[in-house]
């Protein structure tokens, strides 16, 4: 079983930063590709970006240039470190697992979801 459980989210106001982790079990770490979905009210969950295990990283065009994601192997933990946040970027933010086989930013390509975190941007 695969267990992800992310911290880290908030209230922070535009062009503030904040780091968003995920602890994952190390099943995931180490087997599955991990990223970030995000879901804003009323919308579609959303593709963030997503690590491989060589750590080899995509983003959506969207957070390209403001968020970066890495991977801490030591205590099997996902990062995702959001500068420049804007209004638009607030959603809840979830850390996934999976094997995705087709589109990788699908989010039907992963099996795993963390419960999410709420990161809300004031303008």
């Known amino acids: 079983q695969v267990h992800l459980v992310e911290s880290g989210g908030g209230v922070v106001q535009a062009g503030g930063s904040l780091r968003l982790s995920c602890a994952a079990s190390?099943?995931?770490?180490?087997?599955?590709?991990m990223g970030w979905f995000r879901q804003a009210p009323g919308k579609e969950r959303e593709f963030v970006g997503i690590?491989?295990?060589?750590?080899?990283?995509s983003y959506a065009d969207s957070v390209k240039g403001r968020f970066t994601i890495s991977r801490d192997n030591a205590k099997n933990t996902l990062y995702l470190q959001m500068n420049s946040l804007k209004p638009e970027d607030t959603a809840v933010y979830y850390c996934?697992?999976?094997?995705?086989?087709?589109?990788?930013?699908?989010?039907?390509?992963?099996?795993?979801w963390g419960q999410g975190t709420q990161v809300t941007v004031s303008s």
């Open positions: 996934v697992a999976g094997r995705p086989t087709g589109w990788v930013r699908a989010a039907s390509g992963y099996d795993y």
């Open positions: 190390e099943r995931a770490f180490s087997d599955y590709v």
């Open positions: 690590s491989w295990s060589g750590g080899i990283t």
